[in-house]
């Protein structure tokens, strides 16, 4: 069965310090996985997908097949990170399903 | 710059009542979709469309309809609102699958049913 997990509801770090949001999947076949990023009082937003292999906002997130997971990570916090995060994994020819979320929270 | 619109950005209902939640693209998507978006659940697929006139169920339809009339809207409709219906909707669109896959999403709808 798909299914995305995101074990945090919430993560809270200090600026200038490492961030790791973390995302594992499961899924019988060649997954696709995508972080999605919604910003206070904005609309929810794609921050990067693992096939582009880019970063995005300092953002990275390597596919880890042998651990199934989907990391999202960033080595210096800021403060306009804050957000709530969501990893999707593709199912079907154009569908997504989400993780529950992790609210990040950056402290000054 | 794709714009997903949705029709009010907040709504307050009564039991029982029929409620449509409308949205509006227009990039043309073939994809059109409806999440229900609550803490801790994370955003739930409840219906999709790839086409006019066609429509699948998602995770949780229970308690909804869709209809797709015209290609650039989609609406959820609630038969009877329930108090448990109470949530966050976002409606979303995407062009066929490809290497830069993406869904586009709306501001959302925060409905309220007392």
């Known amino acids: 069965a798909q299914r995305v997990t995101q074990p945090e509801k919430l993560l809270s770090v200090f600026k200038g310090a490492p961030v790791e949001l973390k995302c594992n999947y499961s899924y019988s076949g060649s997954p696709e996985l995508f972080w999605y990023v919604q910003y206070s009082r904005q609309r929810l937003q794609l921050l990067l997908r693992?096939?582009s292999r880019e970063s995005i906002k300092g953002f990275t997130a390597d596919l880890n097949k042998g651990e199934t997971s989907f990391h999202l990570k960033k080595p210096f916090a800021q403060e306009e990170d804050s957000a709530m995060y969501y990893c999707a994994l593709k199912r079907g020819a154009n569908n997504l399903f989400f993780g529950t979320g992790t609210r990040l929270t950056v402290i000054p | 710059d794709v714009k997903v619109t949705q029709s009010s950005r907040y709504l307050v209902k009564r039991t029982g009542e029929k409620v449509f939640l409308e949205c509006v693209q227009d990039m043309d998507h073939e994809n059109m979709f409806w999440y229900r978006q609550d803490p801790g659940l994370g955003l739930r697929l409840i219906y999709f469309s790839y086409d006019v006139k066609m429509k699948e169920k998602g995770d949780i339809p229970e308690g909804y309809s869709v209809s797709r009339e015209k290609k650039e809207r989609f609406s959820l409709i609630l038969e009877s609102a329930s108090t448990n219906q109470t949530s966050m909707y976002l409606c979303?669109?995407?062009?066929?699958?490809?290497?830069?896959?993406?869904?586009?999403f709306g501001p959302g709808t925060r409905l309220t049913v007392t």
């Open positions: 693992h096939i």
């Open positions: 979303a669109s995407s062009s066929h699958a490809g290497v830069s896959y993406e869904q586009y």
